[in-house]
């Protein structure tokens, strides 16, 4: 399985991201589609997780009710909308696929490269 994450870059406090994972290989496997970050010294933080089917998402309380998880099926594509930004959303955001709905890290088996989003106040 490949993960291929984009769409981060520099913002201002308050605008909107929307970044994309496109997932390719065996994706059977690929039960829950996690969104995480990591901020520099900071470990990885669960923000977002679906099923494919989006009948199953979870937030964490940091993010809920200003990012968005969604999917895609026909472009094997997961997304995370993220609105009123906040420089503490400064980190590099990763997409992770795992064999079950998760918010553990350790639970996820594959991992796209990163995609950096930095928000300037």
């Known amino acids: 399985v490949q993960l291929q994450a984009s769409g981060g870059g520099l913002v201002q406090a308050g605008d909107s991201l929307r970044l994309s994972c496109v997932v390719s290989g065996r994706t059977f496997n690929a039960y829950g589609m996690g969104w995480f970050r990591q901020a520099p010294g900071k470990d990885r933080e669960f923000l977002a997780v679906t099923t494919w089917s989006g009948s199953i998402k979870h937030y964490s309380d940091s993010v809920k009710g200003r990012f968005t998880i969604s999917t895609d099926n026909a472009k094997n594509t997961v997304f995370l909308q993220m609105n009123s930004l906040s420089p503490e959303d400064t980190a590099i955001y990763y997409c992770?696929?795992?064999?079950?709905?998760?918010?553990?890290?350790?639970?996820?088996?594959?991992w796209g490269k990163g995609t950096l989003v930095t928000v300037s106040s």
């Open positions: 992770g696929t795992a064999p079950s709905i998760s918010t553990v890290a350790a639970r996820y088996n594959y």
